[in-house]
């Protein structure tokens, strides 16, 4: 089993910026991609960011050049930095991982990002 666990997130301010992390634990071999999802109320999941073990990455468009997704391999972690963050940015954000030769995708519990005056 693999365990992932997000934190940061909060409230923040129109054109502020805040940062979330996902450390993944648990019976880890190799962490093939790691992202980043959010849900707002009433919305479908999306895919914010992802980044694969070897670095690259993959934005949805309303984010590029405002989020930039980072990992730490040797401490399973991936974080996801938001600038210039805008209230549509608001939603529940999710931490995604894959194992390479694991069938299953796992999930973080989810952390709640709130842009708003």
């Known amino acids: 089993q693999v365990q992932l666990v997000e934190s940061g997130g909060g409230l923040v301010q129109p054109g502020g910026s805040l940062s979330v992390s996902c450390a993944a634990s648990?019976?880890?071999?190799?962490?093939?991609?790691m992202g980043w999802y959010r849900q707002a109320p009433g919305k479908q999941r999306e895919l914010v960011a992802t980044?694969?073990?070897?670095?690259?990455?993959d934005y949805r468009d309303s984010v590029k050049g405002r989020f930039t997704i980072s990992r730490d391999n040797a401490k399973n972690t991936v974080y996801l930095h938001m600038n210039s963050l805008k209230p549509e940015d608001t939603a529940v954000y999710l931490c995604?991982?894959?194992?390479?030769?694991?069938?299953?995708?796992?999930w973080g519990q989810g952390i709640q990002v709130t842009v708003s005056s």
């Open positions: 980044m694969i073990e070897s670095g690259e990455t």
């Open positions: 648990g019976r880890i071999s190799s962490i093939y991609v």
């Open positions: 995604n991982a894959e194992i390479l030769g694991d069938p299953q995708v796992y």
